[in-house]
């Protein structure tokens, strides 16, 4: 007998009593132990812990669950809730203890909420049918287990189809929105949704005719977007005889929305926040000086978004952290807790609001930690410098945020304050836990994400409405169907959303609406606000310029890799510069009520009452997007593809608003077209002034083509424009550069350039022919994710982005490489090629990153630090300093200059000839021991020396520093350095060509003007002037695929090796015998887990060159049984893993960096546990008795099939394993797969052959 338990639910069930008939005053029981404490809510249910465990539980309306998603505060209880304090003896234990917690994981209970909707359906029977559908909740088998789930059934209207006829509801039919009941994870193996079909009769009953049952289960791990099979219903006696119940017709497919979500209490904790002050903002000095502290207003569940005023019970929490240090920086590690009520897509859907306050508060409180936490509403001076608005879309995945704050004033200048960015951890508790669920081991059913119905929207929000109805003469992207598997792919304000999946159309009817919230920093502009008006063509503008454009692109589904069909967007001024108006809802189009009541179809249902907020008809403003092109694809097509859709907002917004652009982008183009060709003179001008003294150098080559033959032998082109991805304008590079925010872990250099690393490559056949990186070749780092390969110079920008956004001084670099190189795509082995890699800037320390090879190369003292922070700091003043001696240098020269004085004028290289002379030349004056030495000295001799004098001295010559033994790096593959561009500029080289003999001081160009070792593309008054927008300012990484995918690819890309195996012996005629083993298995992924892990390894570390001296001084002869463990780790990394040191001057990293040094020792630690792991069966090794085992690990950046299969069979090894022509042979293939962010994979493939001892094997081993 569980006396503690027993006592427990007796009390309560007494507890509950009393209360219901006295609800007014709280009961309290003061014992000498153990205090139970539960919240009563203000309709009457008993807290959590005091809930009953087998209650049923009634169907529930959306409002019914108003005050439970309410619940979970951060700072205080609610105001209509009632305390219940139980306390208890010692006897019977802790009496806080709630008994959902000692019941098994998959027993407690969890709520649920389910919404239902009818996309479509087709009639596949040879008849007309008049039908109508009911949808319910229930037990799979109601003999065997009990309902515990008790929802209403819901009945559709009534259609007619003919046989073959597909209907497409316009708006999906809601049959259950926002339902919630209780059941546990056992439970929904049981439980089912039941979707009936019912044939129409006007004499008889209506007939049963068709049925489908899907599990709870596969309904909360699946693609919420379903196509379900409509069988026959089966009479008794039908059912009865086995014939007819194996050959079960189907009569409809059925497409329905089905989307089931568990409700959770989400702890959210910001830790970490940084300030940093926008420098263009004149009030920069000011602020820097002024004390700042942060205010988080966070929402409680989806009704208490902050700013709104429409919930009338608590709203949003919110705290104020303490002021920051006196230290000069904005940090703050701790900024409080939060706890958030609702489903994951109620979270994703919500915002948070960061304040930042400003002042100076006396010492003695702001100094004072006491102090700090009583005054928790801040009464010290203060004001608001600026809000800003984060959405919570990416917090499951991704704990990093960074957004702009704001401030509230209609002078441009000065809106931006700066940037702010840190961590939100979220972790998840099912409704009523009071702590995580340490024992629960397995992972929570999660559907996958797509867009957001309309049960998910709030009612106080505006939203940006995009319907896509179809699309017409998409390409083909599965060769082998001839058809491709589109769906959409909508992007606004940093939000992405997802349409669902048509399989195999190249004309997918989608009829998808996507809702984009429209959210304002300033609860002052909220919606029909007088502020809103008031400032409509100041602060509203900025805000709605800063979302960035409307992208809508059509996407092939796939898990590995995707292939993008098209896309087109569309700017926020092509809908707000619309004059005409037009009825819509939130639905779309208003559908016409049916005039001929007497007519039986009924496939358009009439037009009901609108009793819905989101159905309420509104004019607003209608951008008709039918028959858009879609461009972007790099798939051949012979039809033109087309998009049909409109966007609009809802509610629209004031008349007078017109999102007039401030340039015209045909003037953009013209700008940047001008200064192209600009940048080229400049570019023919310098290479003129190289091939003088250089003539055969890379250098000299031209940098412009003069056909279109021409090939990178004999070019050296310096690119500053692209062709802009969508609208195929003229686009800086600069555009495709933009920060991207990852989590720390992730930002470790050896770890970021493997993941990148890991993205499959692919060149395109124009650059491959011509070693020429083409115009439209340059992608952003989104479209990169999206498609998860791409070419050298996609990895170059995508890596250069990821260093930005962890605030490192990165640039994309452009030069040329030989194609003998082992990373060149092209056949001819002395072919120059163009070539994009990454290069940092770290104390003096110049860091190139190479993600084609995961190389690292540092060369030291490539440029002065100092320089560029005496820059930052303080670049105006040096400006001013210096316009005011050129001004003192020009007024002296003028005085000491006499009359009739001819000006000095600058003599060139290629002048120097024509210069006239009279009779032999002058000597210069000198010394007279020189003068002696020079005419021992041969003439021809003389002449050559003081030309080579001459040539060093030129600023094109190599840096005579650079060529010490202390600075010299030798082992660069890079053959020319032509151009550097991150998103804030692009910088020409004007020095040597040669990347390892010059100097990357890139603001030299305000020294000396005149001759800049790094020229340029814009100046400063260039930037002040032409503004650009990146094509995607907010790029979103995707989380790590899920371990079931990840497990399915695994085992799908063994079985097809393995099949691929047998078929081409099969074809020699052989048999093919296979070894698995498992004990044998689980030493190859031991092997595999050593090669993974070393790819995260830096060779450049202190342990790694203690690891290579001791494996050097190692004897080559040594016999293995006599060496210790120790030394047989270092003869495996050696010999097996190949360590190799890549920078003789060593790394800047690990000078400066202790969360890197410590992330690196670890791995050495756990890569010698491994190895010891491995290491315990050696003596034997599980293989099959006379044989001997010999194979190689492979490793891909690609998950695909024919990929793989292809690049083995250029393998030497494994032609020679699977060519073998003995017939007693086991083979063995092991797959590891192992995620990365952004759906990414790292793929590791094992093939291993078993074959006959021979007597020169055991000659070998004696």
């Known amino acids: ?177 926002r339902k919630t009941f209780a059941l546990c994870y056992k439970e929904l193996e049981k439980h089912v949704v039941k979707v009936d079909m019912w044939r129409v009769s006007c004499w008889t009953f209506n007939e049963y005719y068709g049925v489908k049952k899907q599990k709870l289960s596969q309904i909360a791990n699946r693609d919420p977007n379903m196509e379900l099979r409509i069988l026959r219903k089966l009479s008794r006696k039908q059912m009865a005889d086995k014939k007819k119940a194996k050959s079960v017709a189907d009569v409809a497919l059925y497409r329905c929305t089905v989307n089931l979500e568990e409700i959770f209490d989400f702890d959210l904790f910001c830790e970490n926040w940084t300030l940093d002050l926008s420098r263009a903002n004149p009030e920069h000095k000011q602020m820097k000086e002024e004390r700042k ?106 704990s990093v945020f960074q957004g702009k704050v704001k401030r509230f004033t209609p002078d441009h200048d000065r809106y931006i304050v700066g940037d702010i960015n840190g ?22 059913p999660e559907q996958l994400k797509t867009a957001t119905t309309v049960s998910h929207l709030n009612r106080y929000e505006r939203y940006l409405v995009v319907r896509v109805k179809k699309c017409e003469g998409l390409p083909v992207a599965d060769f082998d169907t001839g058809s491709s598997d589109p769906y959409l792919r909508c992007t606004w304000d940093n939000m992405v959303m997802l349409s669902p999946i048509v399989k195999q159309s190249l004309r997918p009817v989608f009829n998808q609406s996507f809702y984009f919230p429209v959210r304002v920093v300033f609860p002052e502009m909220r919606m029909g606000s007088k502020a809103e008006k008031k400032y409509q063509d100041s602060i509203l503008k900025y805000e709605l310029t800063s979302k960035g454009h409307i992208q809508i692109q059509v996407w092939d589904d796939d898990v590995t890799s995707a292939d993008c069909l098209g896309g087109c967007q569309v700017t926020l001024g092509d809908i707000l510069n619309v004059r005409a108006t037009q009825k819509r809802t939130l639905l779309g189009a208003l559908r016409a009520e049916k005039r001929d009541e007497d007519d039986e179809n009924e496939l358009e249902e009439k037009q009901e009452k609108h009793n819905q907020w989101y159905e309420e008809p509104r004019s607003v403003r209608v951008y008709d997007g039918s028959k858009t092109a879609l461009g972007q694809s790099a798939l051949a097509n012979k039809d033109a593809a087309l998009i049909h859709f409109e966007a609009y907002f809802y509610p629209d917004w004031a008349e007078t608003l017109r999102f007039e652009d401030e340039v015209q982008e045909a003037d953009t183009e013209s700008v940047w077209a001008k200064k192209g060709e600009e940048w080229n003179s400049r570019n023919l001008q310098k290479a003129e002034d190289y091939a003088l003294p250089f003539p055969d150098s890379i250098g000299a080559k ?16 310096f690119p500053c424009i692209g062709l802009h991805p969508l609208t195929r304008v003229e686009t800086p590079l600069m555009a495709f550069v933009s920060p991207i925010i990852i989590p720390e872990e992730w930002s470790f250099p050896a770890k970021l350039l493997e993941w990148v690393h890991c993205l499959s490559f692919e060149i395109s056949q124009r650059q491959a022919r011509m070693g020429l990186i083409p115009q439209d070749g340059w992608k952003d780092p989104e479209y990169v994710l999206a498609r998860r390969k791409g070419a050298p110079q996609d990895h170059s920008v995508l890596l250069c982005s990821l260093l930005l956004g962890c605030k490192e001084d990165a640039y994309v670099v452009k030069g040329t490489v030989y194609s003998k190189d082992p990373i060149a795509t092209i056949e001819k082995s002395d072919q120059l090629i163009e070539h994009t890699w990454v290069m940092t800037r770290e104390k003096g320390w110049v860091t190139f990153w190479e993600p084609c090879s995961r190389q690292i190369f540092h060369l030291p003292n490539r440029y002065d630090p100092r320089k560029v922070k005496r820059r930052k700091t303080d670049q105006v003043a040096v400006k001013e300093e210096k316009e005011e001696e050129e001004q003192d240098e020009d007024a002296e020269l003028e005085r000491q ?47 050559k020396r003081e030309l080579i004098e001459q040539r060093e001295g030129l600023p094109i010559a190599p840096k005579r520093k650079m060529l010490q033994e202390e600075q010299l790096v030798t082992w660069l593959p890079y053959d020319s350095i032509e151009v550097v561009f991150n998103d804030k500029n692009t910088w020409a080289n004007r020095q040597n060509h040669h990347p390892a ?37 907010n790029v979103s990484v995707q989380p790590e695929l899920k371990p079931s995918i990840i497990d399915e690819l695994q085992e799908d890309l063994r079985t097809e090796m393995m099949q691929n195996l047998q078929l081409y012996r099969g074809k020699k005629g052989m048999d093919t015998m296979f070894d698995h083993n498992e004990e044998l298995m689980q030493q190859l992924r031991i092997f595999l887990d050593l090669h993974e892990l070393w790819r995260q390894i830096d060779p450049d570390s202190p342990t790694a060159q203690r690891v290579l001296s001791e494996y050097n001084a190692l004897p080559r002869d040594m016999p293995r049984d006599q060496m210790t463990d120790q030394q047989k780790f270092h003869r495996f990394v050696g010999d097996i893993l190949k360590l190799r040191i890549w920078n003789r001057h060593g790394s800047p990293f690990f000078d400066s960096r202790k969360d890197y040094v410590k992330e690196q020792e670890h791995h050495w630690r756990t890569l010698e546990k491994l190895h010891a792991e491995f290491q315990k069966k050696e003596d034997s090794f599980p293989i099959k008795r006379g044989k001997k085992f010999k194979g190689f690990p492979v490793h891909f950046c690609t998950s695909d099939q024919e990929s793989i299969r292809q690049y083995l069979m250029q393998i030497k090894q494994y032609k020679q394993i699977i060519d073998t022509d003995e017939e007693d042979v086991f083979y063995t293939i092991e797959c590891k797969i192992i995620g990365r962010l952004g759906g990414i994979l790292s793929v590791w493939l094992y093939v291993g052959i078993q074959e006959p001892q021979r007597e020169a094997d055991f000659l070998e081993e004696q």
Not at 923 to 940: H, I, L, M, V, W
Not at 1003 to 1031: G, T, V
């Open 1 to 177: 007998l569980d006396l503690n338990h027993s006592a427990l639910m007796g009390l309560l069930g007494r507890s509950k009593k009393k209360d219901t008939q006295d609800a007014k005053s709280p009961a309290k029981h003061d014992l000498e132990s153990g205090e139970f404490t539960g919240a009563v809510a203000g309709h009457g249910d008993i807290g959590e812990a005091a809930e009953p465990i087998e209650a049923p539980q009634a169907e529930m309306t959306p409002g019914d669950d108003a005050q439970g998603e309410g619940e979970g505060d951060v700072v205080k209880t609610s105001a209509n809730k009632r305390k219940v304090r139980l306390r208890m003896p010692k006897l019977f234990g802790n009496a806080e203890e709630n008994p959902e917690d000692m019941k098994e994981p998959m027993e407690r209970m969890r709520w649920w909420e389910l919404t239902f909707s009818i996309r479509g359906f087709e009639n596949v029977t040879v008849e007309t049918l008049k039908l109508f559908w009911t949808v319910s909740l229930g037990s799979d088998n109601p003999k065997k287990h009990r309902n515990r789930v008790r929802l209403q059934t819901r009945f559709s209207s009534i259609f007619t189809l003919e046989k073959g006829k597909v209907f497409t509801a316009d708006n999906p039919i809601v049959m259950y929105e």
């Open 702 to 717: 031209k940098p412009k083509e003069e056909n279109m033959m021409q090939t990178a032998d004999s070019l050296r082109r």
């Open 897 to 943: 200059q006499w009359e009739g004085e001819a000006e000095d004028s600058r003599v060139h290289l290629e002048d120097m000839e024509s210069l006239p002379t009279v009779g032999r030349m002058p000597k210069p004056k000198t010394r007279s021991d020189k003068a002696k030495k020079k005419d021992e000295e041969p003439g021809r001799e003389r002449l």
């Open 293 to 398: 502290r942060l205010t988080f207003t966070v929402p409680r569940d989806r009704r208490t978004l902050p700013g709104h005023r429409g919930y009338l019970g608590l709203g949003a929490a919110s705290q104020t952290v303490e002021w920051n240090q006196q230290d000069g920086r904005f940090f703050w590690p701790s900024c409080g807790k939060f706890v958030f009520r609702g489903t994951r897509t109620h979270l994703q859907n919500s915002y948070f609001i960061v304040s930042v306050l400003t002042g100076q508060p006396p010492a003695f409180l702001a100094n004072n930690a006491t102090v700090a936490k009583i005054e928790k509403h801040a009464p010290a001076p203060h004001r608001v410098l600026g809000r800003c608005l984060l959405n919570l879309t990416s917090v499951l995945d991704m």
């Open 997 to 1033: 003999c010059i100097s990357y001081d890139l603001d030299d160009a305000e020294e000396n003007p005149e001759n800049p070792a790094w020229e340029r593309f814009l100046s400063s008054e260039d930037e002040q002037k032409l503004h650009f927008q990146a094509i995607c300012p």
């Open 423 to 444: 961590n939100v951890k979220c972790i998840l508790r099912s409704k009523g836990m009071k702590e995580p669920e340490l024992d629960f081991r397995t992972n929570r």
